[in-house]
């Protein structure tokens, strides 16, 4: 097939919106250095810098691809992974400074280090033009991925005209036509074991058996799967309506991700704020949520 060299590219960004300069956000975090040894442990993070409801609400997706990598890991162990969503929320992703991808780079260093620091600066380009969240259907378990429609993608799937489409929140044109996306890269939701952070569950986003989802579609839908780039996401609630994602490749860690659903976050933010108290579909593990320690709950 003469465009299936483009399919892998493309779907590292399609499933997974890069971010101008802002000012990272004012919370705190326990020291370390360059050198891996010198990471501090995650429980040991929660316990003595237990992120409040207060420090919680600082949080935006922008705000968090302003830091490190170190940074957002320690801000992901301090998250339980709250209810599982449902309905449409926007996403953005970002390669943060020593880890995923990005780490490869400075790995690298030199002229090969600044062209992977290249292509992954085209990879958030591409991604903020195509990929604009995700759709869960927390009844079904499920999950589908909104992918702007756009000429290029129309030749790497099968039957463009057979997919389904939504709207995409908060995205009118001239305030009268909303703007909307393909759904494709379908996955099952579960309560699991995150990758980075066994002290409690995180909400599973499952590529690798996406063929059993009805309405599957074998391109470009099986670039997700186990036969393609076997993608598995897995988030944590920063508050209700905002998620923190980490999407891997295999047991790959590749870059972090927000997701954010504007109605659900402004209908909560006064409650969360006041109180720390959120539902959990999974396990909060044994020791208690940060957000509720700092508040002293």
């Known amino acids: 097939m003469p465009h299936r060299s483009l399919l892998p590219a493309l779907a590292m960004s399609l499933l997974l919106v890069g971010c101008g300069d802002v000012a990272p956000p004012d919370v705190p975090f326990l020291g370390y250095g360059d050198e891996y040894q010198t990471k501090p442990d995650l429980a040991r993070v929660e316990h003595e810098l237990p992120l409040g409801p207060a420090d919680l609400m600082k949080l935006t997706p922008d705000n968090l691809a302003a830091l490190d990598q170190e940074q957002i890991d320690q801000i992901y162990a301090r998250l339980t992974a709250g209810p599982i969503p449902d309905g449409a929320y926007n996403g953005t992703f970002f390669f943060a400074d020593g880890g995923g991808a990005r780490r490869l780079a400075e790995l690298m260093g030199g002229l090969k280090g600044l062209a992977v620091n290249f292509k992954l600066s085209s990879l958030e380009t591409i991604g903020q033009m195509l990929w604009k969240g995700k759709v869960f259907y927390r009844d079904e378990r499920l999950l589908r991925n909104m992918i702007q429609d756009r000429q290029l993608l129309k030749l790497l799937v099968d039957d463009p005209s057979a997919l389904p489409k939504t709207d995409i929140p908060g995205r009118k044109i001239l305030g009268l036509f909303q703007d909307d996306a393909w759904l494709l890269f379908p996955a099952k939701l579960y309560c699991g074991q995150s990758l980075l952070d066994s002290r409690r569950e995180s909400i599973i986003i499952d590529y690798a058996f996406n063929d059993e989802i009805a309405g599957y579609q074998e391109r470009p839908d099986f670039l997700a799967g186990r036969r393609g780039l076997k993608i598995r996401d897995e988030i944590r609630m920063v508050r209700p309506g905002f998620y923190l994602g980490r999407a891997y490749m295999g047991h790959v860690f590749l870059l972090n991700f927000t997701?954010?659903?504007?109605?659900?976050?402004?209908?909560?933010?006064?409650?969360?704020?006041?109180?720390?108290?959120?539902?959990?579909?999974?396990?909060?593990?044994?020791?208690?949520?940060g957000r509720l320690v700092a508040r002293g709950g």
């Open 259 to 289: 997701l954010y659903n504007k109605s659900v976050a402004d209908a909560t933010a006064k409650d969360f704020e006041a109180t720390g108290e959120a539902a959990e579909d999974c396990w909060p593990g044994g020791q208690g949520p």
